[in-house]
């Protein structure tokens, strides 16, 4: 049956709202359920201000097992889950690895077990680019091997992609000496690896919500110019890259929601079924100066910044090969990085007039 309902784990958060408007613009229902630990319940308030629609918000903690799998037994009509809830500051979750591998971990397993318990077994999982640490070939494709994670979080989303693999692997296993359920689908999941995800959406109605200091890049830059930071630091500048400062893959969030719909239809797709992994990214890389020389030039501001030394645990360059999200997803990227730093820029100057 193809997919009208869909549940968004973690859909008031910065990716999952702009997922939730995207979705509900292309007319699917959505059922948001997010326990509001990073996030506010006002969001939903915004996406219907945006789309016209108001989705239904369940506060819930995915990682109490008994309320998992009430809601999902509630809401057993959906067919589909995206599901994004998770905590992500890396540096927290060195400071409190258990916190991270209970809520990332337990929230999973209770997700497939609730979702075990209905007809749902159409999967979007998001993963992280984080799992290639730093490759010695670039750009990355799905193939490139995965190394250790190098903090709780990455392990996390690691651990998160084998298990989602072993399941699948346990359900074929099963179908194939004639053990399957009557009547039970084959799971059909989607993992998507993530490159760095800013900007926000046009009307600047939504956006990324930092708890306290931001540790990325985008949000401190908008903050620093918006005087509530004194100076954006940039952790070094003796990289073995052409300025010398890191290089990431930045992907507007919208973009990044847009892939979320196509990887959901993908799911339909005759013949799928199993787990694939997909790159989401643009395919180019920019150093921290180039993003703070295009945030100058498209707000018009002027950004403090000074170079400091090098932060623990960061990775010197890293970009996607994402032919294979645009071949099969039929999806690409197409906002620029101007257009990025313009947006998160709009997005900080509305939260300031709230403010
Ligand atoms: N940077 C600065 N100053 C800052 C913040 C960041 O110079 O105040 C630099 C970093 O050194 C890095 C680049 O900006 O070179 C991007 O840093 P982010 O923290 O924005 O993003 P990362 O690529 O480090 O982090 C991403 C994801 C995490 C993931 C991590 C794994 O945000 O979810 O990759 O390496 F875990």
Known sequence: MKVKKVIVTGGTGFIGSHTVVELLQRGYDV?????????KASVVDRIAEITGKKPFLEVVDLSDRTAC???????SDAEAVIHFAAAKAVGESVLNPLHYYRNNLDS????????????????????????????EHL??????????????????????????????????????????????????ILALRYFNPIGAHASALIG???????NNLMPYITQTAAGLRPCL????????????TPIRDYIHVCDLAEAHVAAMEYLDKPGFEGIDFF????????????VIQSFERATGQKLNYKIVGRREGDIEQIWANTDKANRLLGWKAHRGLDEMTLSAWKWQENLQKKA
């Open 69 to 75: 799998l009430h809601f999902f037994k509630i809401h």
């Open 233 to 244: 630091q940039v952790f070094g500048d003796d990289y073995d890259t052409p300025d010398g």
């Open 31 to 39: 059922i948001i359920a997010d326990d509001l630990s990073n996030s």
């Open 208 to 214: 990324e919500l930092p708890n306290g200091v931001p």
């Open 108 to 135: 999973l397993l209770y997700v497939l077990e609730g979702m075990g318990q209905s007809a749902c077994r159409k999967l979007v999982y998001s993963s992280s680019c984080t799992v290639y640490g730093q490759p």
């Open 139 to 188: 750009p990355v494709t799905e193939d490139t091997p995965r190394q250790p994670a190098t903090c709780p979080y990455a392990n996390t989303k690691r651990i998160s992609e084998d298990i989602l693999a072993d399941m699948v692997h346990g359900d074929e296993a099963r179908r194939a000496k004639g053990e399957g359920m009557e009547g039970d689908n084959p799971w059909k």
């Open 279 to 290: 790159n989401l990214g643009t395919g180019t890389g920019y150093s921290v100066l180039e």
